[in-house]
């Protein structure tokens, strides 16, 4: 089936440093989407794609949608304690019935101060 | 605005018993996911419901079945539990179907379900 493989699958990072994640597939979707998970909480959505190529930025973050359709990769910038976390990767192809989201396993993000 | 409540947050059940999970949406929200997240992977979808009915599902057998009714909120219920049926149970909530789906989930915080 469809997978989605995101990288690295953890990161130890000084406060302060930039951060940078991907996720590749060998499908082509049509919507790429960025969650941020918290322990005990659910995922919240931080970036979304929908176009290829197409770059977005929210805050310090900036996301691309991979021009393939194939990939997406997410940057933070001058990372904060705060930014600790696990980053999941989604993608979804939208237009037919389902409307359901794959999800990659995940980047947990430690920051030290 | 009322963010997506989900209940209960956790619960130890036994293997071969039945659970329902329960979940509120977000404030005018009509279409309701369900995904299920192992530890240490990420969310993996259910199905999701759409005017009180199924519109997709993912790779999980019959024993996984769901309600939606016509406030929007909706229910998980899962038959002849499994020991790898323990995992985080999230419902998500979200505008539109199909193609006007956008993708973007609003989640809850889960519901912690143990099978012993």
């Known amino acids: 089936g469809q997978q989605l493989n995101q990288s690295p699958q953890s990161m130890f990072i000084q406060e302060g440093e930039d951060v940078s994640m991907n996720c590749t597939s060998s499908?082509?979707?049509?919507?790429w989407l960025w969650y941020k998970q918290d322990p005990g909480e659910g995922p919240v959505l931080l970036i979304a794609l929908y176009k290829a190529g197409e770059l977005t930025s929210n805050g310090r973050l900036t996301a691309q949608f991979g021009i393939t359709r194939k990939d997406s990769f997410l940057n933070i910038s001058a990372s904060i304690p705060s930014d600790v976390g696990i980053y999941f990767c989604?993608?979804?192809?939208?237009?037919?019935?389902?409307?359901?989201?794959?999800f990659g396993k995940g980047t947990k993000l430690s920051v030290k101060p | 605005e009322t963010g997506v409540t989900q209940s209960p947050t956790h619960l130890i059940k036994t293997r071969g018993q039945q659970v329902t999970l329960r979940c509120s949406s977000q404030?005018?929200?009509?279409?309701v996911s369900w995904y299920q997240q192992a530890l240490g992977q990420g969310p993996q979808f259910i199905f999701q419901y759409y005017r009180e009915e199924e519109n997709g599902r993912g790779n999980f057998p019959p024993r996984f079945s769901g309600l939606q009714f016509p406030n929007y909120s909706s229910e998980l219920n899962v038959n002849a539990l499994e020991l790898d049926d323990s995992a985080l149970y999230l419902c998500a909530s979200s505008l539109g179907r199909g193609s006007t789906n956008t993708g973007e989930l609003f989640f809850g915080e889960g519901s912690r379900l143990t099978v012993l």
């Open positions: 404030s005018g929200h009509n279409t």
């Open positions: 989604a993608a979804q192809n939208y237009g037919g019935s389902q409307g359901n989201l794959i």
């Open positions: 499908s082509i979707f049509n919507t």
